[in-house]
Nanobody, 124 residues
Framework: QVQLVESGGGLVQAGGSLRLSCAAT????????MGWFRQAPGKEREFVAT????????YTTNSVKGRFTISRDNAKNTVYLQMNSLKPEDTAVYYC?????????????????WGQGTQVTVSS
């Protein structure tokens, strides 16, 4: 069993930065690929970025490429999402997800565990 707790969301002006964190419980964190997904009001949950178990490979959706960076620290059981140059269209609830195994990218329906989400609001 893995529990995921996100933090770091908030209100920021366009062009600003935030760093989201997702802390995982359990001793098998490094057995999981980790990811960030987001859901804006009235829209479906969408993929943002994923990272493999070692942190050596990542996959990022085109709309945030060059602005968002996913990373992980297995010693701290934590995955991060550094978000720079934020835009109003980045406003959403951001969710952390975990998928067991050696994959790099995974879809939301493939996730084994989810966090409760953290709100990110970007004002124009």
């Amino acid at each position: 069993q893995v529990q995921l707790v996100e933090s770091g969301g908030g209100l920021v002006q366009a062009g600003g930065s935030l760093r989201l964190s997702c802390a995982a419980t359990g001793r098998t964190f490094s057995s999981y690929a980790m990811g960030w997904f987001r859901q804006a009001p009235g829209k479906e949950r969408e993929f943002v970025a994923t990272i493999n178990w070692s942190g050596g490979s990542t996959y990022t959706t085109n709309s945030v490429k060059g602005r968002f960076t996913i990373s992980r620290d297995n010693a701290k059981n934590t995955v991060y999402l550094q978000m720079n140059s934020l835009k109003p269209e980045d406003t959403a609830v951001y969710y952390c997800a975990a998928k067991f195994g050696g994959v790099v990218a995974f879809a939301s329906y493939e996730s084994n565990y989810w966090g409760q989400g953290t709100q990110v609001t970007v004002s124009s």
